[in-house]
């Protein structure tokens, strides 16, 4: 039986989209879509952002420098970050997993400006006990101390704990710290992972 439900963020509670991000951020800074992916990827700064190494201000001001035209902070965050949409078909899983006192937790590669987004315009996020946050945690998954920190959460054995990912070598990197999981597809095959343990929604 399932004591702890671990759900990922993106592609599973909330949709997402990187170019629509890359355009908005090139409309305000004038910068090349191209560009914006190059400082992200290349350099590793989302990385370093979502593990936290640097903060929302000092990427704002790393892309300020670059850019040739200027912009405030909140416009540099709305357009990094308004660029999601909830996946509904899942908030009544959610929600009924909540009444059958399941303790749930978030354990999701983000940033600050996204999970502020989210938390914001997406309410579900407050039927969750806990939030492990790579940003906050230091490390993104699959690394294993993101793993780690999210067990020490469970108030369960790690036998009672069942995780969802959309990215299959997340899923595999839960598994070898310990943690049953697989991957999301869509709800209709979720509620049956959920049947196969137990779970009757």
């Given at each position: 039986?399932?004591?702890?439900?671990?759900?990922?963020?993106?592609?599973?509670?909330?949709?997402?989209?990187?170019?629509?991000?890359?355009?908005?951020?090139?409309?305000?800074?004038?910068?090349?879509?191209?560009d914006?992916?190059?400082?992200?990827?290349?350099?590793?700064?989302?990385?370093?952002?979502e593990?936290?190494?640097?903060?929302?201000?000092?990427?704002?001001?790393?892309?300020?420098?670059?850019?040739?035209?200027?912009?405030?902070?909140?416009?540099?965050?709305?357009?990094?970050?308004?660029?999601?949409?909830?996946?509904?078909?899942?908030?009544?899983?959610?929600?009924?997993?909540?009444?059958?006192?399941?303790?749930?937790?978030?354990?999701?590669?983000?940033?600050?400006c996204?999970?502020?987004?989210?938390?914001?315009?997406?309410?579900?996020?407050s039927?969750f006990?806990?939030?492990?946050?790579s940003?906050?945690?230091?490390?993104?998954?699959?690394?294993?101390?993101?793993?780690?920190?999210?067990?020490?959460?469970?108030?369960?054995?790690?036998?009672?704990?069942?995780?969802?990912?959309?990215?299959?070598?997340?899923?595999?990197?839960?598994?070898?710290?310990?943690?049953?999981?697989?991957?999301?597809?869509?709800?209709?095959?979720?509620?049956?992972?959920?049947?196969?343990?137990?779970?009757?929604?």
């Amino acid at each position: 039986m399932i004591k702890t439900m671990y759900f990922d963020l993106g592609n599973v509670l909330v949709f997402f989209d990187h170019d629509k991000m890359c355009h908005q951020l090139s409309l305000i800074s004038g910068l090349p879509p191209a560009d914006i992916r190059s400082m992200l990827q290349e350099n590793k700064m989302q990385n370093r952002y979502e593990t936290g190494l640097i903060t929302t201000d000092e990427l704002y001001t790393r892309f300020s420098h670059a850019s040739p035209k200027s912009f405030s902070l909140d416009e540099f965050t709305d357009a990094a970050s308004n660029i999601f949409t909830p996946n509904k078909e899942i908030f009544p899983v959610i929600k009924k997993m909540k009444q059958q006192n399941i303790r749930l937790i978030l354990l999701s590669n983000t940033s600050e400006c996204h999970f502020n987004y989210i938390y914001k315009n997406y309410p579900i996020l407050s039927e969750f006990n806990e939030w492990v946050l790579s940003y906050k945690a230091g490390a993104c998954k699959p690394h294993p101390l993101i793993f780690e920190k999210a067990l020490t959460l469970a108030n369960c054995p790690s036998s009672h704990c069942f995780f969802v990912d959309d990215i299959h070598e997340y899923v595999e990197a839960a598994r070898k710290a310990g943690l049953d999981s697989e991957v999301f597809s869509n709800v209709a095959t979720l509620k049956q992972h959920l049947r196969d343990r137990n779970v009757f929604l």
